[in-house]
């Protein structure tokens, strides 16, 4: 795509949960590129957390709370930071869930001011 230039990065993590809750696999890949002279940057992220089902707690035991055990969860989002000044400037971000089991919410919304130093 000619010099424009893209960023990549991505972990895979084990989540060794005890007390009988299920152990996890946690993946995420975030890309992202800027537009505009380096003052707009364009970010997406993907997150999937997968229960490997080897705990013995249900979700009633847990009151169906965040803390729940063998909860998946695959949500896609992105962000959107524009620097103003030499620099500062505003993000504004989204996330949704796509799918998921036991826990599933809507849309999550951020926003803030950065400082580059």
Same mark, same amino acid.
């Given at each position: ?15 060794? /949960? ?26 997406? /992220? ?72």
């Amino acid at each position: 795509m000619g010099n424009q230039s893209f960023y990549l990065k991505t972990y895979l993590g084990y989540n060794n /949960r005890t007390k009988g809750f299920s152990d996890e696999l946690h993946s995420f890949v975030e890309t992202g590129t800027q537009f505009w002279k380096n003052k707009l940057l364009l970010i997406s /992220r993907i997150h999937w957390i997968k229960p490997l089902y080897n705990g013995f707690l249900d979700a009633s035991t847990a009151n169906g709370t965040l803390f729940a055990n063998n909860i998946e969860s695959f949500s896609m989002g992105g962000e959107a930071a524009f620097t103003f000044g030499s620099n500062w400037g505003i993000a504004l971000g989204a996330t949704a869930p796509i799918f998921g089991k036991i826990v599933f919410k809507g849309t999550s919304f951020s926003g803030g001011f950065f400082i580059n130093y």
